[in-house]
């Protein structure tokens, strides 16, 4: 089982520059989010979702896009590199929010 | 929203010893998770605890949701036990959020 696959693993932007990083499960869950965790602190929630089409914003969602057009697969879009972006992302996923999240292995993004 | 505190931030135990991880939340709960992020960063769910009493061999957790705090036990703990325990809460009002701690750093010596 792979369970929750990340892509890329790190990936170094310049201020400006647009990417996506990519989140896959497969264990049919409804329920995934993102989070970002900068150093000496916890994470915290950027957008999540629900199910197929239905995505809500986090505690810190600002400058990140997400959409949800399958079960499978939730892509967050940064469509303006800043610094205050560098971080280690982390994609998570379950069948719904009181049910144990499942993390991936985390994307490390360096913005100079 | 409501506030999650862990303690203490920080914890070097030696190799045998137990210890005691201490989460309070500011708000009721629909959902509390511990987690073990390890050195090398890697999230692990532990236990679903919204309330009650959960153990998992040598790990146990222990929420009253009445006074709002959850407690992580640790016993004979071992040097693959360092790195990160955080807590996560879902506030009653909070929407399928889940709010996470600060975390403890715990470090196990050999």
């Known amino acids: 089982n792979a369970g929750v696959t990340q892509t890329p693993k790190f990936q170094v932007l310049k201020t400006g520059q647009s990417m996506t990083l990519q989140c896959a499960q497969d264990?049919?869950?409804?329920?995934m989010s993102w989070y970002r965790q900068d150093p000496g602190m916890g994470l915290r929630l950027i957008h999540y979702?629900?199910?197929?089409?239905?995505?809500d914003q986090g505690e810190v969602p600002n400058g990140y896009n997400v959409s949800r057009s399958t079960t499978e697969d939730f892509p967050l879009r940064l469509l303006s590199a800043a610094p205050s972006q560098t971080s280690v992302y982390f994609c998570?996923?379950?069948?719904?929010?009181?049910?144990?999240?499942?993390f991936g292995d985390g994307t490390r993004l360096s913005i100079l | 929203g409501i506030q999650v505190e862990q303690s203490p931030p920080d914890l070097i135990l030696q190799e045998g010893a137990n210890s005691t991880l201490r989460c309070n939340f500011s708000?009721?709960?629909?959902?509390l998770q511990w987690f073990h992020q390890n050195p090398w960063g890697q999230l692990i769910n532990l236990f679903y605890?919204?309330?009650g009493t959960k153990q998992n061999g040598r790990l146990s957790a222990t929420t009253v949701a009445t006074e709002r705090y959850s407690l992580l036990y640790i016993s004979s703990s071992q040097t693959t036990d360092s790195g990160v325990y955080f807590c996560?809460?879902?506030?009653?009002?909070?929407?399928?959020?889940?709010?996470f701690g600060e975390g403890t750093q715990l470090t196990v010596n050999p």
């Open positions: 998570a996923s379950s069948y719904s929010p009181w049910r144990p999240q499942h």
């Open positions: 996560a809460v879902e506030g009653e009002t909070s929407g399928s959020r889940l709010t």
């Open positions: 264990m049919n869950h409804e329920y």
């Open positions: 605890i919204p309330s």
């Open positions: 708000d009721s709960v629909n959902n």
């Open positions: 979702s629900v199910g197929a089409g239905i995505t």
